[in-house]
């Protein structure tokens, strides 16, 4: 079985990686490397893995451009994990069969955002579904699916890392039997369709006058990447962790509570503490490290603008 592997983060490297192991894949094709570090551009995760297996890599900017290319690689499948771009019609149907890794449990959360999105919502559970590619997103027939019980201690990272897993061994499990055409999958409910779209530059900013859990949920939904902040002092405070703490101050949400052993800030309901935070041009630090040399909060004062 030969194979053309799409794929750009993360999540994508560990069933590119299992696939290698069995199969030949005659092309791998990742988003362009974006990311800068040192002036110098850092390949994405797969394409970085593509170049340690010695795997042809092709990066183009659209690849609706290069359906001419494509007709040159001579393959029967096509998978696709987070690739982050429509796929064409026509680029479909140059293969035998086109399968794509999502990171949900289908039909909910279709689109480009599905970990971040039920991480934010504060949802139970989300998974992993294998699913044909379709023209119209993500709604294709799903040719098999696991269900994971969202964790308390769970952010984006930790799940993207745990899902990856999870979709590598259906994706294995799975194939053959697709290719085969023993599995021919099965139709979605599209009544119970929701949709992820990707998260926006503006959604990254916390607002301290939403209830606590409200703000927990963005936070592990954008941690570790791209991070949700605070804006203080004109300083936009990354922060990864945080947790509620049981206070009913007659104050305003905004109000700075807490200063020493840890950063505590009023919210509508409650008020939570920065477990986790990244100054610009700093490191990682905790908390309550944090709070020992800070000059941006104030006991008493708000972090809201007026």
């Known amino acids: 079985m030969k194979i053309v592997f799409m794929g750009t983060p993360e999540f994508a490297v560990p069933s590119l990686r299992a696939l290698n192991k069995k199969y ?26 593509a170049m340690e297996l010695g795997l042809k890599l092709f990066q183009p900017e659209s690849i609706k451009d290069e359906y001419e290319y494509l007709k040159t690689i001579e393959a029967d499948i096509m998978v696709t994990a987070a690739y982050g771009q429509y796929i064409p019609s026509k680029v479909l149907r140059l293969y035998k069969k086109c399968i794509n890794v999502h990171g949900s449990y289908l039909p909910y ?19 992993v579904t294998i699913m044909e590619m379709a023209k119209k997103l993500d709604a294709g027939k799903i040719y098999l699916a696991s269900r994971y019980e969202i964790k308390e ?8 890392e745990k899902l990856s897993i999870i979709g590598r061994n259906l994706l294995m499990e799975a194939i053959e039997d697709i290719y085969n055409e023993k ?7 599209e009544s119970l369709a929701t949709y992820s779209p990707n998260i926006l530059p503006e959604e990254e900013r916390i607002d301290i006058t939403r209830t606590s859990k409200e703000i927990i949920n963005q936070i592990r939904g954008l941690a570790m990447e791209p991070g949700a902040y605070l804006t203080v002092s004109n300083i936009n405070l990354k922060v990864f962790k945080a947790s509620i703490v049981d206070r009913n101050d007659d104050v305003l949400p905004g109000t700075v509570l807490q200063v020493k052993k840890g950063i505590v800030i009023k919210t509508k309901d409650s008020a939570i503490s920065l477990d986790e935070v ?3 041009g700093k490191k990682i630090m905790s908390g309550r490290d944090f709070s020992n040399g800070q000059k941006i909060f104030t006991l008493g004062s708000s972090i809201i603008s007026e």
Request: proline share 10%.
């Open 24 to 49: 030949e894949i005659v092309l791998v094709i990742s988003q362009p490397n974006r990311v800068k570090k040192k002036g110098k551009l850092i390949p994405t995760p797969v394409a970085e893995c």
């Open 109 to 127: 959360y279709r689109g480009g955002a599905p970990i971040q999105r039920c991480l934010i919502n504060g949802d139970e559970f989300t998974g």
């Open 278 to 280: 990244l100054m610009p």
């Open 183 to 189: 599995n021919l999958g099965t139709p979605q409910d």
């Open 153 to 160: 201690e769970d952010n984006a990272s930790s799940l993207f």
